[in-house]
């Protein structure tokens, strides 16, 4: 049976591949292999939810990751996911190891604490500079991986200059040497993600950051190379979700206190609310006091339609829970999801008056971002070369949750009651 490796980009876009079949490794897959033009993301397209997607084929009211935070009724916001006992659906992985095969994941979002044979998860807080980032690996990564491995890679995660993907690369690299080829490997990589929201999802900063990874997958196919495992091995490049360049972010919050939904402080704290605004970067979730009121119900509900009608907001995408979960299989603890037509994203501070938050220094999400529904203008892609893999070109889309079952297939067995279904055309 072919192994597995899994090479994920975070924020790689369909508009990437022209400029990557120029490169010497992401090029040679591109020709030698298959491509499906465009991979819709779940919803809210942001990289915690779309990440068990991928891994679990099931849309995000299966496996319960509605978001990168932690949400809760009544709270303002939380920790991000980083336990994979928080997903409530099986991983591939979990059933390539009952199937009897050895698993690796490097820097996979929401795997903390997993039963994989190696496992290094990105677990470490996103804005943490300091220089004690081994304790958030302590009984969430696999013992034996941290202690072989941390001493010597560590430092690429501590302070104000660290890399994730450095520490990700330096330790991928070490297993492949030290040891047998994991039967599926999957390593995921954020700095292209970083570029596109500090620069635009267009910037020439991009193409050095393609260029980048291009070179650390050819370190992979070198080192199985030197091991004697490449020609056995099925290759795969996906995004977790595209990105849109943002022109503006709509406070909501402020707005929904002009309208009297919610009260503040006079220091621009939250008191009360009747209808409070959770940013998911290109649309939020609009959370209900008490969602037994039909009466305020129905008040935030005509509220948000007629922001539909607002020239400099144009939401055109109103639902409440109900509907968002028949369309999107999006469900978790909110009333309303809105989006907007506009290339806007939306912010959760509720303190000051001013509801456009370019006027305000710190509330700027990037110059691009993510989080809309599967519309948005950039999706992103996947392509696979290998020995159980056609040479062929899928046009136009298909789901992120298909990523699983297909996965699964090139492994040896099936992922049963699952939303996705296996990419049949890319298979030998």
């Known amino acids: 049976m072919p192994k597995l490796l899994v ?12 400029y990557m079949r120029t490169l010497p490794n992401f090029g040679w897959m591109l020709n030698s292999g298959a491509l499906v033009e465009k991979i819709n993301p779940v919803f809210p397209a942001l990289t915690y939810p779309c990440h068990t997607s991928i891994l679990t084929g099931v ?13 809760k009724r009544g709270q303002k916001g939380g920790p ?24 690796c994941s490097l820097s996979w979002p ?34 034996h991986l941290r202690y072989r491995y941390f001493y010597k890679h560590g430092r690429h995660l501590e302070g104000p200059d660290r890399s994730l993907d450095l520490f990700t690369m330096a330790v991928a690299l070490d297993i492949l040497e030290d040891f047998e080829q994991p039967d599926v490997m999957l390593i995921k990589m954020c700095d292209l993600d970083s570029v596109r929201h500090e620069y635009g999802v267009y910037h020439q900063k991009t193409k050095v950051q393609l260029r980048k990874h291009d070179q650390e997958l050819g370190a992979i196919f070198e080192s199985l190379r030197r091991k004697g495992t490449f020609a056995q091995t099925n290759f795969l490049v996906f995004g977790d979700h595209g990105q849109t360049d943002v022109e503006d972010v709509l406070l909501l919050n402020v707005l929904l206190k002009q309208k009297g939904f919610l009260k503040t402080d006079q220091e621009g704290n939250l008191k009360s609310f009747d209808a409070f605004c959770h940013s998911n970067d290109l649309t939020a979730v609009i959370e209900l006091a008490d969602p037994e009121d039909e009466a305020v119900s129905r ?16 939401l055109n995408l109103v639902l409440d829970a109900e509907q968002a979960e028949k369309e999107y299989g999006f469900a978790g603890p909110f009333d309303f999801v809105i989006e907007s037509a506009l290339p806007i994203a939306f912010g959760s501070a509720c303190d000051g008056d001013q509801i456009w938050g370019s006027k305000k220094p710190g509330y700027r999400i990037g110059a691009a971002s993510h989080g809309g529904s599967p519309q948005r203008e950039e999706v992103t892609t996947f392509f ?21 079952p297909t996965m699964a297939k090139m492994l040896g067995f099936t992922m049963d009651g699952v939303d996705g279904k296996a990419i049949e055309e890319i298979l030998r």
């Open 384 to 404: 696979a070369a290998g020995p159980s893999i056609r040479r062929t070109v899928v046009s136009g889309s298909r789901s992120m949750v298909d990523l699983a």
């Open 299 to 314: 008040r935030v509900g005509e509220f948000l339609e007629s922001l539909r009608r607002d020239e400099k907001i144009q």
């Open 7 to 18: 090479f994920c980009l975070d924020a790689l876009c369909g508009s990437d591949l022209e």
């Open 80 to 103: 991000w996911h980083s336990l994979k006992e928080d997903v409530q659906a099986a991983t591939v992985l979990d059933l390539a190891r009952e199937n009897g095969l050895t698993t």
């Open 59 to 71: 849309y995000v009211n299966k496996h319960g990751i509605a978001s990168n935070e932690i949400r």
């Open 110 to 143: 929401v795997s903390g604490g997993a039963d994989y044979d190696f496992n290094l998860p990105m677990i470490v807080p996103y804005r943490y500079k300091g220089y004690e980032a081994e304790k958030w690996l302590i009984g969430t990564s696999t013992d």
